[in-house]
């Protein structure tokens, strides 16, 4: 299984940007899919952004389109989400996670949380108005 630790959360002002990071410790890390989540006071986790092993294929939630941007360095075995234009309702954790079993060198994207079986422990954004 795949140990992610995720970084970069904080505090930041509506309209502001935050970039996430997440690290990864598992030899398949180049050939799997990876995502990111997010899970907001009394509401349930929800996708956010994922892509493909090379990253050529990226999905991304409605709400975050066009504002966030996901990408990976195989070579560094990290992910990132660059966030721009924050609102504070995208305050939440937010979790790295992978699917560390099938879909190898596939351009699948998944964006439910049934299909991810890896999963870091979070990091708190929280945009204020």
């Known amino acids: 299984q795949v140990q992610l630790v995720e970084s970069g959360g904080g505090l930041v002002q509506a309209g502001g940007s935050l970039r996430l990071s997440c690290a990864a410790s598992?030899?398949?890390?180049?050939?799997?899919?990876m995502a990111w989540f997010r899970q907001a006071p009394g509401k349930e986790r929800e996708f956010v952004a994922g892509?493909?092993?090379?990253?050529?294929?990226?999905v991304y939630a409605d709400s975050v389109k066009g504002r966030f941007l996901i990408s990976r360095d195989n070579a560094e075995s990290a992910v990132y989400l660059q966030m721009n234009s924050l609102k504070p309702e995208d305050t939440a954790v937010y979790y790295c996670?992978?699917?560390?079993?099938?879909?190898?060198?596939?351009?699948?994207?998944?964006?439910?949380?049934?299909?991810?079986?890896?999963w870091g422990r979070g990091t708190q954004v929280t945009v204020s108005s």
């Open positions: 996670a992978a699917i560390d079993r099938g879909h190898m060198f596939s351009d699948y994207v998944g964006a439910h949380l049934a299909e991810y079986n890896s």
């Open positions: 598992i030899r398949i890390f180049t050939s799997i899919t």
């Open positions: 892509l493909n092993w090379s990253g050529s294929n990226t």
